[in-house]
T-cell receptor
């Protein structure tokens, strides 16, 4: 699976959009981009995933560049409960047996 | 619909002891995964079970083992506990692997402390 790179930390004011970037320049054609988050001492929570089209669900939006070398997770109206470590990972469709989490981005939402 | 449930939530053992952790997947999920997350470190893949069979194993010694039951629940066993086994053990489940884009859903974990 392709390596992903994320900034170690970000801050966001409550109520504002949080835009979390992820670089995956070596991603291959059959690899999806998945986003998970982990709130302190809890299990990771699935957020969203996509292949090449932009995706939106009740939690977030995922914007993938046309060349698929990077993506952005958007939390449209961040709340304090969104404070967590966010992980961007690339997962092959045929070998999705294990997830390899990097160090992620620690998002701090403040008042 | 109930999520992935793990038991116990916390466990304290001493070095050399053995421990069994349990996981119940989401109804309809046949795959179960085990991960270890030591303090301050990322998730390390331990084991993957699908339909009762071990399908993949991470880079852990043989004293880490497990099994999956006919109802798809799973146990993780760790023998001869060492201090460095202290960690949060996470279980995840997903639909059968033949389906594309399987999403892993995680439980809250079992925090194991080895003294």
């Amino acid at each position: 699976d392709a390596k992903t790179t994320q900034p170690p930390s970000m801050d966001c004011a409550e109520g504002r959009a949080a835009n979390l970037p992820c670089n995956h320049s070596t991603i291959s054609g059959n690899e999806y981009v998945y986003w998970y988050r982990q709130i302190h001492s809890q299990g990771p929570q699935y957020i969203i995933h996509g292949l090449k089209n932009n995706e939106t669900n009740e939690m977030a939006s995922l914007i993938i560049t046309e060349d698929r070398k990077s993506s952005t997770l958007i939390l449209p109206h961040a709340t304090l409960r969104d404070t967590a470590v966010y992980y961007c990972i690339a997962v092959s469709t045929g070998t999705a047996s294990k997830l390899t989490f990097g160090t992620g981005t620690r998002l701090q939402v403040t008042l | 619909e109930a999520g992935v449930t793990q038991s116990p939530t916390h466990l304290i053992k001493t070095r050399g002891q053995q421990v069994t952790l349990r996981c119940s997947p989401i109804s309809g999920h046949t795959s179960v995964y085990w991960y270890q997350q030591a303090l301050g470190l990322g998730l390390q893949f331990l084991l993957w079970y699908d339909e009762g069979e071990e399908r993949n194993r991470g880079n852990f010694p043989p004293r880490f083992s497990g099994r999956q039951f006919p109802n798809y629940s799973s146990e993780l066993n760790v023998n001869a506990l060492e201090l460095e086994d202290s960690a949060l053990y996470l279980c995840a489940s997903s639909r059968r692997q033949r389906e594309a884009k399987n999403i892993q859903y995680f439980g809250a974990g079992t925090r194991l402390s080895v003294l």
